[in-house]
């Protein structure tokens, strides 16, 4: 897997594996409360890679089949997003090469904690980022949907 930073002719791709995922988890992605919201895929250049963070792309054979990105939250804080693996392409190791970019990325940009949130029903996403070194601070709720979050800190130079 190649792994690149998002370019703007990406975008229809990037936007099609972010829905195939959502469905993935979320058989009703239409509904008013749903943390999923798009809005920034439109505008990825000033959410993410103008604006202290990153978004980056796996391919295989010059097709998307992985995104992953790093937002800003404070000068210290980064928030890991966005993480999407095409499903035929799950379970391959490819979403941890992605995670491992963005923690890299993170640190080179001096952040020193990163946070995340995830699913409460969806394991194997908790199973992934444990797995990543990330510890669960507390579960939360956007709307109707039951979340747990995540921390890592990050060490210079250091995992």
């Known amino acids: 897997m190649l792994i690149r930073t998002y ?14 995922g959502v469905l993935q988890i979320d058989p009703d992605p239409e509904r008013p409360d749903n943390p999923f919201s798009d809005a920034d895929l439109d505008n990825i250049e000033g959410v993410y890679i103008n604006n202290r963070g ?6 295989i054979e ?8 790093l937002q800003k939250v404070s000068e210290s804080r980064g928030e890991i997003k966005r993480i999407r693996i095409r499903q035929d392409y799950q379970r391959q190791g490819h979403g941890s090469k992605i995670l491992a970019r963005l923690i890299e990325r993170a ?9 995340l949130d995830t699913l409460a029903d969806n394991t194997p996403a908790q199973r992934f980022f444990e797995k990543g070194g990330f510890t669960k601070t507390q579960r939360g709720k956007i709307g109707s949907y039951d979340l747990i979050f995540y921390r890592k800190i990050l060490n210079v130079g250091g995992k």
């Open 7 to 20: 370019q703007v002719g990406d975008n229809r791709e990037v936007k099609n594996l972010h829905y195939a």
């Open 107 to 115: 640190r080179e940009l001096g952040y020193t904690e990163l946070c």
């Open 54 to 59: 990153d978004f980056i792309i796996g391919m």
């Open 62 to 69: 010059d097709e998307i089949m992985a995104m992953g990105a």
